[in-house]
């Protein structure tokens, strides 16, 4: 059987792979709808806190022979740190200022990080290896899956759900919402706001490094890996709706299958498609597919 | 009022002076190191293509000789029409005399036309497309360190003739990508091979799962990779992970640098085989240069793009010196006619069409185990004589040769 004089088992196989790019979308994206949602601050500075997740599981095996399953932990740890003094020393200066701010402030900073980096560790990126208990891959009949791949799936999934079961279905979560809507009633009730935006914001910077981590064994640990993901995830959050949490990790993992598609039937467009679904989603529906509009 | 025209005045005079002294242009020679600083190709040239031009102009001794040399660089961006508007300024307002390196072919073949239109001087060491020397030949242009038809030629009848006869394409999609797939299917063909069929990436992609599961599909024996930096070892390492060698198939990788390998590692690229024109570590005198090239770039050993920076810069300032003058076409003309000669290509010849002819050699990846340590990646399969290694002078169609 064909569609389109493709085999239906190849796409099954593209289908895939897709939901796998999906769930790197569907991260990086809940990172950035948490602190769109939070904050108000469009944090540009993802893509690079993402290649420093990366960065630090290299550093982690190389300096302190810690592997891929402490890094898994470690990574996010050291990038939230980063994180929390970035909110504390700059970003929580812009809260009461335009968007724009907040854009151009997070901008420059991930440019800094990156241009360091590329500096120090050139462009053509590090080896790091496929931890030894998930090498291999099952043969599905129509496809190989590697086992990484799946387990990234999984483990995407897991964290995706988890944190909008905690903002969505928790009582701390209906705190951090209560807080955006209106902090000073919410300080009056005794909760430290400023506090938790810090660590919101240091959280939605964790999702960042562990995505990074999970990404190091697929791509190569690279200055510039984040600034090439980056545009695509922001289309993917404008997509979905800034600041809808489930309609971030919705829209991650189906634009990733759009895109493993348009791979499949005319990949010349492949690194454009998405660009063209948010132009159309934004003329239809300008606050994305799940937002609400303001 | 009056003091502004008598410096006008002096300053015409020293001007006409200076004409009269030397025939270089404005007495310095301005050479200009366009290329990729920032993204997938700026490891393969960026910073190391601009030391390497600093480097031939130290060798070259041009304190010494009393020549004033300016070495400037700028981001192309891997954007032709970023190249096209540095490549305009540098010619029209900062007096840029040669520009050198240009990887990305889209880039060069654009600064290839410029420099023809302005009459001044081009030295391709970075981009890779045989076109260069082939129906875009120019007499401003002359290509240095390697072309498509070479690495085609190398790679290409190496891996057919060892068995891996049927093929299927992951090919760039831009200017390179697109010669570079043509001048191999050309041999593939050629040698009694297959193309099973190919598929069309954009440059610097990040995942290239969707692309090797066509490639798998297809069960062709051999998947040719006309990519390069970046694109080329993200297809290795996921072929890696996606089972494509264990399950019969191999790569070729079509263009592969040195840096390439050190980023992938030996344990995924060994085994490899291709071409190239330099390798640091094939005699003293290119060991010499390995290693100071390596000291003053963080490590990073000099790629066969960087080597070629550096002898075509030591051959243009040599012929700026037989010529006394630094007049574009003419340099380009006069460095044909000098045979070349120095420590990293050996002797060599620059053809009419700006084909610069030296040795290649068929390269194999070390095992791990028989690697001393970093860098030392290599072992030399085969070595292709100068005068087979490119594409024969008259199969071009370079408007240049007279048939």
Redesign the interface.
Known sequence: MTVFGVPTQALFGQLLIGLINGAFYAMLSLGLSVIFGLLNIINFAHGALYMMGAFVAYFALQWAGLGYWASLVIAPLVVGLVGLVLERTMLKRLYHLDHLYGLLLTFGVALVIQGVFRNEFGSSGLPYVIPAQLQGGYNLGFMFLPVYRAWVIVFSLLICLTTWYVIERTRLGSYLRAATENPALVQAFGINVPRMITLTYGFGVALAALAGVLAAPIYQVNPLMGADLIIVVFAVVVIGGMGSIMGSIVTGFALGVVEGFTKVFYPEASNTVIFVIMAVVLLIRPAGLFGRTA | MRIIRALTVLATLLAGVAVAHAQVSDGVIKIGVLNDQ???????T?QGSVLAARMAVEDFGADKKGMKVEIIFADHQNKPDVGSQVARQWYDADKVDVIVDVPNSGVALAVNQITRDKGKAFLVSGAASSDLTGKACSPNTIHWTYDTWALANGTGNAIVKTGGDTWFFLTA?YAFGHALERDVEAVVLKNGGKVLGK????L????F???L??A??SKAKIIGLANA??DT??SI??GA???IVR?GQNFAGLLVFI??V????L??AQGLIFTETFYWDMNDRTRAFGKKFAERN?G?HPTMIHAGVYSSVLHYLKAVEALKSDDGTKIIAKMKEMPTDDPLFGKGTIRPDGRKIHPAYLFEVKKPSESKGAWDYYKTRTTIPAEQAFRPVDQGDCPLVKK
Do not use: C, M, W
Request: hydrophobic share 25%.
């Open positions: 920032s993204s997938l190709y700026a490891d393969l960026g999609d598929v069309r990436h954009p610097n992609n990040q995942d799962s969707s692309f599961l066509q798998q599909a930096g970046g070892t993200n390492k996921q992970e996606f089972g399950g840096t390439d050190h980023a992938l590692g344990p995924t963080r990073i």
